[in-house]
């Protein structure tokens, strides 16, 4: 059993130091965990942390999905088999730059919901969440023989919000679920974000990843007793399209995590293995800006994106074995992966027959009313002289034609809200939900063409809305009434198939498209985009067969190169300056 004491924690009564490292079981393909978790025992840590995503698990109302990729238990049980004990983190609000921070969009469609804080709906649907997590949870605590070592209670809560009595229920809706092992919060160590986020009765850690002194010392203002632990060591940072890809020294990070551990403190590396935000589930940020977070979530962690370990693992696990006991062997440099072509064909364009049934509307419905992603809209234009389109906000890229012919594309991050139509004629705008908000009040907000949307002074009416099922992108194919098209404007289906002799990691270059989605055997990659820094998309090897496989690919914007190439390795863009 876990306990704490005075300044340890303390496992069967003896202290206990927790060397953990964060790996999302939700962003590693279910047949790489065991791989991942073993490079994590070899590296020298006794523990894996993970987050729970209550968006993956409960995509609808009344749903709980455990199956693939979101197999909690299994993940669980490959930990305990590997000798390793567990932290989950379920929130609810997770952060972890995943879409709406982990919170099911459909919460937000009841008016008046009081999201992270003591509401009756928002409190019955968490306890509802909860249950079935902890049901997987409660048999598998260290102190039933099972891996599972501390539960966290909601997630930087100090940054968003100050509700005591919520936190308190969260932490009893967890303890009445069987749990008792320790609970615990986790802040950054700055005292007003400690004193809203604490919890009397739970143990507060920190998250940082510089400073550590400093950082130890704040954190010990507001826990005058108890293990010091840093639940969140920030050894790198995530990226956003447009921008750097960011990466922290290798000797300075090393350093930091040696300082740490010198305190005597307890750690959590953020992230061990960052893993990949496959399909839609990438969050973004909005401070003013909004900037949408790429598809790789490498994050400069010790064990890259495809598990391969880096010099940063080497150095850290130098560092750890001066406090503790490190395995002798060591994981070997990951192989290349084959380099080979593909000619895309069989072109299927949106705009001559959207993949999807109609509905209409007097006024514009946003993304959420539709329950959709990506959304095709038509209406008619009356005016032939030339005429200003205008939307109240674009939540978050719209591509505008004309009869057939591109506008132009109204952005989020710029700030776009008009643009001229050169006359009148049949208006088609196709609205693409690039990640929600996953930081700070924004979260939660309706997605599409928040309106009006007008013509002048006049509110556009009469819609016809189309929702682009993703998910049967893949199988477009099989539809025997559509024809193979030209190449031409607008978004466009292409498809692909490669050989295979051995099913390793790929990467898929993307340089030469545009922006859009790609599919390998069904499975969804990821988003691309031209603007990098991300220029590939990993491929597990799990994904693939020897033999022939099948490639997929949705292409939103222009491809000046119809071909896939799958390289030897990642390209996620230029360094941070």
Known sequence: MLEIGESDFLLDGRPFRILSGALHYFRVHPDSWADRIEKARLMGLNTIETYVPWNAHSPRPGTFDTAGMLDLERFLREVAAAGLYAIVRPGPYICAEWDNGGLPAWLFREPGLGVRRYEPHFMAAVQEYLQNVLRIVEPLQVSAGGPVLLVQVENEYGAFGDDPTYLKAVAEIIRGAGITVPLVTVDQPVDAMLAAGGLDGVLRTGSFGSRVAERLETLRRHQPTGPLMCMEFWDGWFDHWGGPHHTTSVAEAAAEL????????????????????????????????????????????????????????????????????????????????????????????????????????????????LDARLVLFRTEVPSQDPVLLSVGEVRDRAYVFLDGAPVGVLDRERHDRALMLPHGGHLEILVEDQGRVNYGQRIGEPKGLIGPVRLGAHELADWSACVIDLDGVPKLWDDVDLTPDAPGVGPTAWRASFEVGEPVDHFLSTVAWGKGFAWVNGFNLGRYWRRGPQHTLYVPGPLLHPGRNDLVVLELDVMADPVAHFVAGPSLGPLEL
């Open 258 to 369: 040696d300082a740490l551990l010198a305190a005597g403190a307890s750690v959590n590396i953020y992230m061990l293995h960052g893993g990949t935000n496959f399909g839609l589930t990438s969050g973004a940020n909005d401070k003013g800006v909004y900037r949408p977070t790429i598809t790789s979530y490498d994050y400069d962690a010790p064990l890259d994106e495809a598990g391969h370990p880096t010099l940063k693992y080497h150095a850290f696990r130098e560092v750890i074995s001066r406090y503790a006991t490190v395995p002798d062997d060591v994981p070997a440099a990951g192989a290349a992966a084959p380099e080979t072509s593909a000619a895309l064909a069989d072109p299927r364009r949106l705009l001559a027959d959207p993949w999807g049934s109609w509905s209409e509307h007097v006024a514009l419905p946003t993304l959420d009313e």
